[in-house]
T-cell receptor
């Protein structure tokens, strides 16, 4: 059973389109994240949710809108896709607390043409 | 703002050739320093958490150490299967974990 699962694995789309990435965790964790990894492997935090409440929003363009229908799910919707949005997007979850390790999904590789 | 700098960017070792990876950090109030391993096409996988200067943790051929300004990941007698990107991260505030850019390790048989 996959602990943190993301869909789709690959997403190829045209500039200007709207797309969504879904994430689910079956670990019972309270906190979920979206990270963006660029071509140089730099992992940058985008959003963090705790029990469906937005905790961290790291100056991400308004075109990115996370939604957490319940604490096991965190989806990412992206409007008006741009070339610079091409990256690998990772969902992660963790129990609430200091020093708790992150459990990552396998990533969604987004290519905007 | 929290900053994490890893060096070198890439490291190529012969099998059995021990070495160390460096992670320098600037953070106000370190609550935890993490090491993760990332294989191509996969998400990062947790290795260690260190909480305070002087702390050390070991797992197989890997040993992580922590000082007040940096952390080292020592790899003893590496094998080809240790090839991966190793990521360092720090946690200062309650839920924000900031990552470095990683060190890509290649171990040649």
């Amino acid at each position: 059973d996959t602990a943190v699962s993301q869909t789709p694995k690959y997403l190829v789309t045209q500039m200007g389109n709207d797309k969504s990435i879904k994430c689910e965790q079956n670990l019972g964790h309270d906190t979920m994240y979206w990270y963006k990894q660029d071509s140089k492997k730099f992992l940058k935090i985008m959003f963090s949710y705790n029990n469906k409440e937005l905790i961290i929003n790291e100056t991400v363009p308004n075109r990115f809108s996370p939604k957490s229908p319940d604490k096991a799910h965190l989806n990412l919707h992206i409007n008006s896709l741009e070339l610079g949005d091409s990256a690998v997007y990772f969902c992660a979850s963790t129990p609430t607390g200091v020093g708790e390790k992150l459990f990552f999904g396998s990533g969604t590789q987004l290519s905007v043409l | 703002e929290d900053q994490v700098t890893q060096s070198p960017e890439a490291l190529r070792l012969q099998e059995g050739e021990s070495s160390s990876l460096n992670c320098s950090y600037t953070v106000s109030g370190l609550r935890g320093l993490f090491w993760y391993r990332q294989d191509p096409g996969k998400g990062p996988e947790f290795l260690f958490t260190l909480y305070s200067a002087g702390e050390e943790k070991e797992k197989e051929r890997l040993k992580a150490t922590l000082t007040k300004k940096e952390s080292f990941l020592h790899i003893t007698a590496p094998k080809p299967e240790d090839s991966a990107t190793y990521l360092c991260a720090v946690q200062a505030s309650y839920q924000k974990v900031t990552f470095g850019t990683g060190t890509k390790l290649q171990v040649i048989p």
